[in-house]
C-alpha cells in the first residue's frame, strides 16, 4: 500500500509538493527533527491509511491536497516571534490565507486546513476529510514527538 500512497499523494499533489512554499517548509521542523515538509507527507499518508483501513469514502484528491496544505504556514513557529506566539490556535487560519493565494481549492480542502486543529480551534470538521485529517495530524504529531 505505500507505493500505492505515494502514486496517489505525487499524483493529486505535485503541483503543491513542488511548490515554493513546500520547499520554505522543508526548512522549518515541525515535531523533534521532522520538517513541516516532511510532516504534511506524512499526514497525508496516513490519512489515506485511516480512509482506507476504516473503508470510509472520501475525495481522495482532496483529502490528500487538504493534507498537504494543513500546515502551509510558512515561518518557523520555534522561533520567538509575537506575530505567532499562539501558534496552535493561529496556523490554521494562517495555513488557509496562504494556501487559498498559492493554490485553487475546493471546499473540503478549505474546511481541513481551517479545521484542522480542533478542539483547540472551536470549529469541528464538517466533512469525513477534515475530521480524518484531525485524527491524522495528531497521530503524526505523537511519532515525531516520540521518535
Same mark, same amino acid.
Given at each position: 500500500m505505500k507505493k500505492e500512497y505515494d502514486r496517489l499523494i505525487h499524483s493529486?499533489? $505535485? !503541483?503543491?509538493?513542488?511548490? $515554493?512554499?513546500m520547499q520554505i517548509a522543508k526548512g522549518h521542523?515541525?515535531?523533534?527533527?521532522?520538517?513541516?515538509?516532511?510532516?504534511?507527507?506524512?499526514? =497525508? !499518508?496516513?490519512?489515506?491509511? &485511516?480512509?482506507?483501513?476504516?473503508?470510509?469514502?472520501?475525495n481522495k484528491k482532496a483529502l490528500i491536497r487538504g493534507a498537504l496544505l494543513h500546515d502551509y504556514f510558512l515561518y518557523d513557529w520555534h522561533e520567538k516571534d509575537k506575530s505567532h506566539k499562539w501558534h496552535g490556535f493561529i496556523h490554521a487560519k494562517r =495555513?488557509?490565507? %496562504? =494556501? $487559498?493565494? !498559492?493554490? !485553487?481549492?475546493?471546499?473540503?480542502?478549505? %474546511?481541513? &486546513?481551517?479545521?484542522?486543529?480542533?478542539?483547540?480551534? &472551536?470549529?469541528p470538521p464538517s466533512c469525513r476529510e477534515s475530521m480524518i485529517l484531525c485524527i491524522a495530524d495528531k497521530i503524526c504529531a505523537v511519532k515525531e514527538m516520540i521518535s
Open positions: 493529486y499533489g $505535485e !503541483d503543491i509538493i513542488k511548490s $515554493e512554499g521542523m515541525q515535531h523533534g527533527n521532522i520538517s513541516v515538509y516532511n510532516h504534511s507527507l506524512s499526514v =497525508a !499518508d496516513t490519512c489515506l491509511g &485511516i480512509s482506507e483501513r476504516l473503508h470510509i469514502k472520501v =495555513a488557509l490565507r %496562504n =494556501a $487559498e493565494r !498559492d493554490f !485553487d481549492l475546493g471546499s473540503i480542502e478549505k %474546511n481541513m &486546513i481551517e479545521r484542522h486543529m480542533f478542539p483547540l480551534n &472551536i470549529k
